[in-house]
């Protein structure tokens, strides 16, 4: 039972979904909740029979995209969901380099009901500022992290974003509360713990995780700050993931194959959709 690292992040995000409806009264339908999972399942399903796979349809694949859109999307219409859920699982298989999508479907799904429909949207201060469901994301991505080695992206993303806002704080004057209020997010910590660190769209090598996590950070801090778009962390991946393939060329290093796992701690990724 749960043997592998992929089932406990689709308990964790099971758990994070029923702690959000239950404690931070969101209007999330159930409904859309069903469509987002059968939409993921169906079409992870229907591109595994056309390319000849169908003995190899990755489950947990589907159900982890299907969980990471429900708890950050939000749409009035069923088909919002649906459209997101099928553009998602559809990136993996389009967007590729060699053996390697490169666009986190989770994130692809977002922005695409974003551009193409007026009812979706993303409320990054959902969780509020409880410092309980801080511990809880550092606690339990943690835990997974630390198995397979990707703390790197994470402490960067997080460490170079702190940096430029605590510069931006002083140089405005303002109070440190004022700081703090930025950074306790939860889906702040939600996207840095379980979607940059996307197991088949990061870069391979640590040196390009870095690099590509503080670009990440950067083109945050300028969309939020300068462009005043409350959701800039799915911009910038968005925009960056492209760069992955660059980054890949210029550092060789293996892929991670998820049957290493045991034998290769640490040399593995996961993130709000696990690969192929």
């Known amino acids: 039972m749960l043997k592998d690292i992929r089932d406990y992040q689709i308990l964790f995000l099971s758990l ?46 589907a159900l982890i995209t299907s969980l990471g859109l429900s708890l950050l999307l939000r749409a009035d219409n069923w088909t919002t969901m649906a ?3 099928a553009s998602a699982i559809t990136s993996k298989f389009i967007f590729r380099f060699g053996d390697k999508h490169f666009f986190n479907p989770a994130n692809f799904g977002i922005i695409t009901a974003l551009l193409l429909t007026s009812d979706a949207w993303v409320s990054p201060g959902q969780w509020g500022e409880d410092w309980w469901y801080g511990l809880l994301f550092v606690g339990t991505g943690g835990m997974i992290l630390q198995r397979v080695g990707r703390w790197d992206t994470t402490a960067t993303f997080l460490g170079a974003y702190s940096l430029l806002e605590a510069i931006r704080n002083l ?3 303002w109070t440190w509360d004022v700081y703090c209020h930025r ?5 702040l910590l939600l996207f840095a713990l379980f979607m940059v660190t996307d197991p088949r769209s990061i870069p391979n090598a640590r040196i390009g995780r870095i690099v590509w996590a503080l670009c990440i ?37 293996p892929e991670y194959s998820w049957s290493q796992e045991d034998e290769e701690v640490g040399a593995g990724d996961w993130g709000l959709e696990t690969g192929d």
Not at 24 to 31: A, I, K, S
Not at 218 to 243: D, K
């Open 16 to 61: 994070f979904l029923v702690l959000g409806i239950g404690t931070r009264d969101w209007t999330l339908r159930p409904e859309l909740i069903g469509v987002a999972i059968a939409t993921c399942l169906s079409t992870q399903w229907i591109f595994s029979l056309i390319i000849g796979k169908e003995q190899m349809i990755n489950v947990r694949s």
């Open 83 to 85: 459209l997101a859920a």
């Open 183 to 187: 950074l306790m997010s939860g889906s």
């Open 217 to 253: 950070a950067i083109v945050t801090f300028i969309l939020r700050n300068y462009f005043f778009i409350s959701t800039a962390v799915f911009w910038a991946l968005f925009i960056l993931a492209p760069l992955t393939i660059l980054l890949d060329a210029l550092w060789l290093a």
């Open 171 to 173: 140089w405005l004057g």
